[in-house]
């Protein structure tokens, strides 16, 4: 067997797989969306009609201060985590990356747990203040809901980019007069920009298609998961549901693209 017909034999079962699995699934998908009455234009309703273009600006908004909160937590926590070695930092660990096992419908239901008409907030808000602070069906709910699930999935990526990290650029800039709010600022920041660049993307795309918890929580939210959830299952509109789902993988797909060029590095969204 020569090599060229050795590699093909190995290349076959990822042809057909990818055949199977992605391309005609989403062929299929974007014909799918072009068979409504506006055709191709059908494409065009996520920004045209006011109620699609509203739920997608709700999905990115949320999205992107998911995505900043999320760094910013991550970062200081995976920095520290890293840097430091403490009795029970394992334990600690195990803790923050453990909500990677649970799907959303879980997560979703620990944060009506927390802050819902029977949640723990809510009762210490009534013993407090005699009213009870109920969050878990708005906004602010599901932007905890997505925080939960988004942070122990970017700590992960900043404690692996932070080891890696040269200890010499930070001993040569102290020993240059540079404090250690400079050090960090001038010298661990911008190593890490791949990274929080890398990391952000995840958490961004993780925020955009993340239905499991949107399901559970967006009871008064307009987020595109639920959108085209809603879509698809109580008014049987397929042709605008799949367009739907076309924009909002489009959308994400772009993120992730524009990520993976100012990184340097392969990004991938975790469902």
Not at 64 to 86: E, P, W
Not at 222 to 241: G, H, K, Q, R
Request: proline content about 5%.
């Amino acid at each position: 067997m020569s090599h060229r017909s050795f590699v093909g034999l190995c290349l076959l079962p990822l042809a057909v797989v990818t055949a199977a699995f992605f391309l005609l699934p989403m062929a299929r998908l974007i014909a799918t969306g072009a068979e409504g009455p506006q055709g191709l234009a059908g494409y065009l309703a996520i920004l045209v009609e006011p109620r699609y273009r509203a739920t997608l600006i709700n999905t990115v908004l949320l999205a992107t201060a998911t995505t900043l909160v999320t760094l910013i937590v991550a970062t200081i926590v995976g920095m520290f985590l890293q840097r430091h070695r403490f009795p029970g930092r394992s334990i600690l660990i195990a803790m923050l990356t453990f909500p990677l096992a649970f799907p959303g419908v879980v997560v979703g239901f620990m944060i009506i747990l927390l802050a819902g008409r029977q949640g723990v907030i809510g009762d210490l808000s009534s013993h407090l203040t005699g009213q009870k602070l109920v969050f878990a069906y708005s906004i602010y709910g599901l932007f905890l809901g997505y925080l939960y699930f988004s942070i122990p999935r970017v700590i992960l990526t900043i404690m692996a980019a932070v080891q890696k990290l040269d200890p010499g650029l930070e001993e040569a800039a102290r020993s240059l007069g540079a404090g250690p709010w400079a050090v960090q600022r001038d010298v661990v920041l911008p190593a890490l920009a791949p990274a929080f660049v890398a990391s952000g993307a995840i958490a961004f795309a993780t925020a955009m298609g993340a239905f499991g918890t949107a399901f559970t929580l967006a009871t008064n939210i307009d987020v595109l998961p639920m959108l085209i959830y809603t879509e698809f299952t109580l008014a049987a509109n397929f042709a605008t549901s799949a367009a739907l789902s076309v924009g909002l993988g489009v959308i994400t797909w772009f993120i992730l693209a524009l990520a993976r060029s100012f990184s340097g590095s392969a990004v991938a969204a975790a469902g």
